[in-house]
């Protein structure tokens, strides 16, 4: 049988075929061990083969993943994700606030792997009008860098209609710290009649860290979710120094006119991009992301 794992537990996955059926499967033994360097060498939105004894054999080539550094195991990754087609981060100004440090690795992250990045602002019902006026000044920096974003209130179905129409007939990613809202939105999206003909389970309580484990939903017919633990930090992997700025469009477009090819932006003489951030042209929060991330390169560690 050949099917995609919809939830990944660690020692068990859930695999469902064409004919929508889902079988609980285990991972043979020396499977995991195929020069996989990576806690979860199977990962939601893989595409399986499964013998007749319930073990997944075989994992077909994937189009891209979506990766972050291991907590414990610093050589080795966590996929969080494979098969994205778009990635969707929800980011709240408050309760919690989301960095912009986050925001950037993320989006920093999801471009090495050519998934376009859909930022949707929750909970702006909880906005005064100075955090209001940090949230516009966000929306208009990153539309203007080309990433869309949406402004949301999830448990009033504010901005689903529009987060309905971005994610029609793909593989949509769902991620952002705990806490943002990222379950209420799947509810949302999904409706109760969903919820009753799914053979997935659509529910999730409401609160902090209630995801544990990476799960895909059926929101319509072609139309998938996967969902995410919240999680507090990102690491880029397996970037080199010189790479970085590649994965900031801004920051790569202004580099072109560097006089040095090799420039780090960090003190050359003659660098565009440190011009344009005393210009204003780039963010001064955008370039505090980059540096942060050539550090932690420098520094062999990952936020």
């Known amino acids: 049988m050949n099917g ?4 990944n537990t660690g020692n068990d996955c859930w695999v469902r075929a064409s004919d929508g059926k889902t079988e609980r499967c285990k991972v043979k033994g020396n499977f995991r061990i ?5 806690t979860n060498p199977i990962a939601v939105g893989d595409w399986v083969t499964v013998d007749s004894s319930g073990f997944i054999s075989e994992i077909f080539d994937r189009k891209n993943y979506i990766i972050r550094r291991s907590i414990n195991l610093s050589k080795q990754v966590h996929i969080i994700a494979a098969n994205v087609d778009l990635a969707l981060l929800v980011v709240t100004v408050t309760q ?9 690795r993320f989006i920093a992250s999801a471009e090495t792997f050519f998934v376009p990045v859909v930022l949707i602002f929750n909970k702006i019902d909880l906005l005064d009008n100075k955090k209001l006026q ?4 966000l929306e208009t920096y990153y539309e203007k860098i080309g990433y869309c974003c949406i402004r949301a209130v999830a448990s009033q179905n504010i901005g689903i209609e529009e987060i309905k129409q971005k994610i029609d007939g793909k593989v949509a990613l769902l991620s952002g710290n705990s806490g943002v809202g990222k379950s209420t939105i799947i509810n949302s999206i999904a409706g109760s009649e969903v919820a009753k003909t799914s053979e997935i389970s659509l529910y999730h309580q409401k609160g902090t860290h209630t995801t544990t484990f990476s799960e895909i939903f059926c929101a319509e017919k072609n139309t998938f979710i996967i969902d995410t633990p919240g999680i507090k930090g990102f690491g880029m992997v397996d970037i080199k120094e010189n790479e970085v700025g590649h994965y900031f469009t801004e920051i790569f477009a202004q580099s072109k006119s560097c006089r040095f090819p090799d420039c780090t932006h960090r003190h050359e003489p003659d660098c565009a991009v440190l011009k344009a951030v ?3 042209k780039i963010a001064d929060w955008r370039y505090r992301s980059y540096i942060s991330v050539i550090e932690d390169i420098k520094e062999n560690k990952y936020r």
């Open 34 to 38: 195929k020069g996989i360097k990576s």
């Open 96 to 104: 919690p606030e989301t960095s912009t440090v986050f925001i950037d």
């Open 278 to 280: 005393e210009q204003g």
């Open 4 to 7: 995609l794992v919809i939830k």
């Open 134 to 137: 940090k949230l516009e000044k």
